[in-house]
T-cell receptor
Framework: GQNIDQPTEMTATEGAIVQINCTYQTSGFNGLFWYQQHAGEAPTFLSYNVLDGLEEKGRFSSFLSRSKGYSYLLLKELQMKDSASYLCAALDSNTGGFKTIFGAGTRLFVKA | DTGVSQDPRHKITKRGQNVTFRCDPISEHNRLYWYRQTLGQGPEFLTYFQNEAQLEKSRLLSDRFSAERPKGSFSTLEIQRTEQGDSAMYLC?????????????FGQGTRLTVV
């Protein structure tokens, strides 16, 4: 089966660092996406990890451990505009094709 | 190309009516996905196409839902005999799958309200 777990909500302070964790179980894992979604808007791509390790992109970094079925998204120097939902999504190839399965998302609240 | 576009943005319909949504993907993208999202949840996979071929349909999707991508470009999602439980945001996304995996780009969605 397929299962993706991430915390429902997190709160952090402007200027701080926050780590959003994600664990996944898929039959045919082929990579892990992180998307950002502001309320009422479409998800936008943040990162993609297929190999173990850390990928850094500006204030955002994403980590993957395939053996542990674990990923995290690290946001540095938080800004108020970072308040959004962060969606962890696994690329699954169990059925012979590739489809992206999303978690429920973590709502991040950044306070002043 | 300005990205993935969906039409209409909002649809209110009476229970039992049929509705059809349209998605125009980014022109060079060969893969097109449909997702459904309800408040506080992540996008739920419905179906996807590689060019004009529908490769997979979610087992959770009832027979009232059908999708087409007749020429490998735009796609339509039809819901027959709508129910109140169908009220949700319907998201379309497209990506280019060639030598590697690329991210999916989402449209703004069609918000369906069944009354």
């Amino acid at each position: 089966g397929q299962n993706i777990d991430q915390p429902t909500e997190m709160t952090a302070t402007e200027g701080a660092i926050v780590q959003i964790n994600c664990t996944y179980q898929t039959s045919g894992f082929n990579g892990l996406f992180w998307y950002q979604q502001h309320a009422g808007e479409a998800p936008t791509f943040l990162s993609y990890n297929v190999l173990d390790g850390l990928e850094e992109k500006g204030r955002f970094s994403s980590f993957l451990s395939r053996s542990k079925g674990y990923s995290y998204l690290l946001l540095k120097e938080l800004q108020m505009k970072d308040s959004a939902s962060y969606l962890c999504a696994a690329l699954d190839s169990n059925t012979g094709g590739f489809k992206t399965i999303f978690g429920a998302g973590t709502r991040l609240f950044v306070k002043a | 190309d300005t990205g993935v576009s969906q039409d209409p943005r909002h649809k209110i319909t009476k229970r039992g009516q049929n509705v059809t949504f349209r998605c125009d993907p980014i022109s060079e993208h060969n893969r097109l996905y449909w997702y459904r999202q309800t408040l506080g949840q992540g996008p739920e996979f419905l179906t996807y196409f590689q060019n004009e071929a529908q490769l997979e349909k979610s087992r959770l999707l009832s027979d009232r839902f059908s999708a087409e991508r007749p020429k490998g470009s735009f796609s339509t999602l039809e819901i027959q005999r709508t129910e109140q439980g169908d009220s949700a945001m319907y998201l379309c996304a497209s990506s280019l799958v060639a030598q590697g995996v690329t991210e999916a780009f989402f449209g703004q969605g069609t918000r369906l309200t069944v009354v």
